[in-house]
C-alpha cells in the first residue's frame, strides 16, 4: 500500500527538497504554504500554520485526498530576531507562532488519523541552534528548543499508538533564503565549510534524506529523539578555529597563511 504524507512549508528550501524527495520515493504527498511549490506529485493546499481554522481546513482536504495520512514533516518557519531587550511582544510572539505554534496545531490535527490507523511518524524540522546559540536569535532558539521538548512529551503521550516523534535539527543549512543573506562571493562558504569537522555544507536535499530515514518504519524506535544534522559543527570548540596549532590537527590551514 501506497504511504502518505504531509509536508508543511512545502514551498520553501528544505521542505521543497523533503517534498521532492518523498514523491521520488514513490508516496503520495500533500504540502502546506502560503505558495504553490509548484513540484510534481504534490498536492498543494494553502495555509497560513498561524491560523488554527486555515490550518484544520487545509489538512482536513489533504487527509481526505490522500486517503489516510502516515507521515507529517513540519518544515514550516521563519528566522528572525534581535537582541531580546529590543524585542516587541509582536515580534515575540510571531516567532513562536510560526515556529511552534505551527507544530503544535499540524499535529493535533493529524493525530485522530494516526491514532485511528494505529501508526504514523511526525518529523519535526528544528535546529542546532537551540543547542549552540547565535547571537540575536532569543525568540527563534526558544521555538526550537520547545519543539524538541514537545516532542520527547508527544513520543510518551502517543507511543502507544504506534506514533514516531523525531526532532531534525540542522545547523546552517544552504537554500536560496540562506545564500541570500552571505557576502558576495565564495568567502564565507569558506568559511562555513572549514567550521565542521568534514569540511562540507549541508544542502536542503541532505536534510530530506535524513527526514527520509526519520520517518520510515525503520526509525521508529528512535521516537523521542533528535538528530542533528549539521557535519559536526556543533561538536567542534570556536577557539580550536581560532588557535593555529588546532587547526594543523584539523586538517586546516594556519590563519596566517590565507
Known amino acids: 500500500m501506497t504511504r502518505t504524507a504531509l509536508i508543511t512549508g512545502a514551498a520553501g528550501g528544505i521542505g521543497r527538497a523533503v517534498a521532492a524527495r518523498l514523491v521520488a520515493d514513490g508516496l503520495r504527498v500533500a504540502g502546506l504554504d502560503l505558495t504553490d511549490p509548484g513540484l510534481p506529485g504534490v498536492a498543494f493546499h494553502r495555509a497560513d500554520v498561524t491560523d488554527t481554522d486555515q490550518v484544520r481546513t487545509a489538512i482536513g482536504h489533504a487527509v ?141 536535499e541532505a536534510v530530506a534524506e535524513a527526514v527520509v530515514f526519520a520517518a520510515s518504519p525503520a526509525a521508529g524506535l528512535l521516537t523521542g529523539s533528535e538528530l542533528v544534522l549539521d557535519a559536526g559543527a556543533s561538536v567542534v570548540s570556536p577557539a580550536s578555529l581560532l588557535r593555529d596549532a588546532h587547526r594543523v590537527r584539523m586538517g586546516l590551514p594556519p590563519l596566517d597563511a590565507r
Open 64 to 204: 481526505d485526498e490522500l486517503g489516510g495520512l502516515d507521515v507529517l514533516v513540519t518544515c514550516a518557519g521563519i528566522t528572525e530576531g534581535g537582541p531580546l531587550h529590543l524585542t516587541t511582544d509582536e515580534e515575540w510572539q510571531r516567532m513562536l507562532s510560526v515556529n511552534l505554534g505551527s507544530v503544535f496545531r499540524c499535529v493535533r490535527e493529524v493525530l485522530p488519523t494516526m491514532m485511528a490507523a494505529g501508526s504514523g511518524a511526525v518529523v519535526t524540522v528544528g535546529s542546532v541552534l537551540h543547542r549552540t546559540a547565535a547571537p540575536g536569535l532569543p525568540a527563534y532558539a526558544a521555538a526550537k528548543g520547545a519543539i524538541a521538548a514537545l516532542n520527547r512529551q508527544l513520543a510518551v503521550d502517543y507511543g502507544r499508538y504506534g506514533i514516531s516523534f523525531v526532532t531534525l535539527s540542522p545547523g546552517w543549512v544552504r537554500t536560496p533564503a540562506t545564500e541570500s543573506r552571505l557576502a558576495p562571493g565564495e568567502e564565507d562558504l569558506v568559511r562555513l565549510r572549514e567550521s565542521n569537522p568534514m569540511r562540507t555544507v549541508v544542502d536542503a
